[in-house]
């Protein structure tokens, strides 16, 4: 549901996903697909608000590590966004767990803007040889159209009975 800034005609739409307060603020991440598969293309998506409203004029840097080693695979340095809903693209090499943990410098906050704001995410990784029907994918494809055809059979009954 979008939310409206007073004020304005403007509406603002964030990630839905797994949320960590930080302070005075919310971080949303939502890896898509979800879960991630080992050797395919992903995105980490993440929104970082205050009240429910975006942040403006962030700095953000990610590291991923293997959970069970803390073993470093990645990291991708400080990149300046406009806007704190932010999608990364990134390819997961191995089927296991891993920590995504998220480092944003915020303008104009005192605490955050030297110092970054720090959140750690879980996410495992799904196999390849063995694919995970996505939870979008189930709904729109299998779980809509059967609740959809049931619906319609039990309205036919009980219009028959009538």
């Known amino acids: ?11 603002y739409a964030h990630f839905f996903g797994v949320i960590q307060n930080v302070g ?10 979800n879960p991630p598969v080992a050797g395919q293309n ?7 608000l205050q009240d429910n409203y975006n942040i403006n004029n962030v700095y953000v840097a990610l590291v991923i590590k293997e959970k069970n080693t803390g073993k470093i695979v990645d990291q991708i340095p400080y990149r300046f966004y406009e806007f704190s ?30 110092t ?13 040889n063995q694919p995970i029907v996505p939870f979008d994918t189930l709904m729109l494809y299998y779980v809509t159209p059967a ?16």
């Open 1 to 11: 549901m979008p939310i409206f800034a007073p004020g304005t005609n403007l509406a």
């Open 24 to 33: 005075q603020y919310q971080i949303v991440f939502q890896p898509y697909p």
């Open 42 to 48: 992903s995105t980490l998506n993440f929104s970082i």
């Open 85 to 114: 809903d932010i999608t990364i693209p990134y390819r997961f090499q191995n089927t296991t767990d891993y920590t995504v943990t998220l480092d944003a410098r915020l303008n104009g906050d005192t605490q955050y803007q030297t």
């Open 116 to 128: 970054p704001l720090v959140a750690n995410f879980d996410i495992s990784t799904g196999n390849p």
């Open 147 to 162: 609740s959809a055809a049931a619906a319609g059979i039990a309205i036919y009954i009980r219009s028959k009975k009538s």
